[in-house]
């Protein structure tokens, strides 16, 4: 429920817009860039709040547990925003070999983690044989572990490598072992900002049919936006914009995840995101996405308070307690223990869910 106190007037144009979306309309591109430059944050707050209990009561919040491994970081893409990546050849580097993959998952298995979430640097001299080696010798060793793995831009990798069509060597992944796929790798969704974040990257078109491939073989997956650079506002509803389309084609994405970018590099230009800007796009998401079921906050990305705040303007989920993670400063929670914790606090009852948004048993840790 909306709070009593909260007016919203017709003849104001923002709460035109949110009281459309109360309604259960859809609201355009413009309504929402309308909504990011002149609405009340508190009001896209409560409208947010309100359309979250459609998906999940207020009184709970998910988590999920997956470890993140990083199987290579020899990449030659060089995201400008990025200080995880080795040059190829620079002897730097590092590549894992299946039995290192195996051994992380089995302390993985014993933190009580049961999905794998795979992902690495763009490295064409590595193998076809390579993927599809660790991905049949994890299912092999964890017959009932979900893999999630490989964001647009490694995939794409694999269809040059293979010289096969995209659609082919996906199915040959999923009939291995691949269950989904993480929508990574977006950033900005516009050639302007694909031109400052990463020339090489794949661009808009090869990102959208990477993932509108993935979803269509029965892969699906998550997808995100990540702000805080010299985008425009403009340009950040333009991005939504492109995975509504494609989700409205497909129905792939099972969630929806809003993020800033963290300070990596002294070759890209960061700004500092004020905390009540990001619960507000994090809110125009839950908005703007009535094709999108869940909206996720990055504890690990942004901290515990934001997290909490998150929660109550919109999110449902806070993601995975971090097991590893390679690519980005990390503020998560460290345990399960710590997960339900957390969430307690906050006046949430923890619900555990698996990659696919499932409901699943969930210990009961004191
Ligand atoms: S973010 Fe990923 S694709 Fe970009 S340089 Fe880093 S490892 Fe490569």
Known sequence: MIPSHFQFLPEIPADAILLKAIEGKRISKEEAILLYKE???????????????KVRPLSEASYTMFRVVNYTNYCNVECSFCSFMD???????????????????DFAMEMGADQLFLQGGVYPEL?????TEIISGIKKRFPSMHIR?????????LETI???????????????????????????????????????KASVTEWVRA????????????????????????????????IRDLQDRTGGFLSFIPWTFQPQTKRFKIRSVPTHEYLKVLGICRIFFDNIAHMETSVMVLGKGVGQLALLSGADDISS??????????????????????????????????????NVEMPVLT
């Open 39 to 53: 609405a009340d944050f508190l009001k896209i707050q409560m409208v947010a709040r309100y359309l979250r209990e």
């Open 127 to 131: 193998p076809f044989s390579y993927y």
């Open 162 to 200: 293979t010289k096969r069509p995209l659609r082919d060597v996906l199915i040959e992944l999923k009939s291995i072992g691949l269950d989904s796929v993480p929508g990574a790798g977006a950033e900005i969704l516009t050639e302007r900002m694909r031109e400052i974040i990463s020339p090489k």
């Open 211 to 242: 993932m509108e491939t993935c979803h269509e073989v029965g892969l699906p997956g998550s997808a995100n936006v990540v702000f805080g650079s010299e985008e425009t506002q403009e340009e950040v509803i333009e991005h939504l914009q492109v």
């Open 321 to 358: 307690v971090v097991i590893e993670e390679n690519v980005l400063r990390s503020f998560g929670l460290k345990s399960e223990k710590e997960a339900q914790k957390f969430l307690k606090e906050g006046g949430f009852t923890p619900v555990r869910r698996n990659l696919l948004y499932e």
């Open 149 to 157: 793995a490989f964001s647009p831009v490694e995939i794409i990798n």
């Open 87 to 105: 040059e190829i050849g620079n002897g730097k580097g590092y590549v894992l070999s299946l039995d290192e993959i195996l051994e992380k998952m």
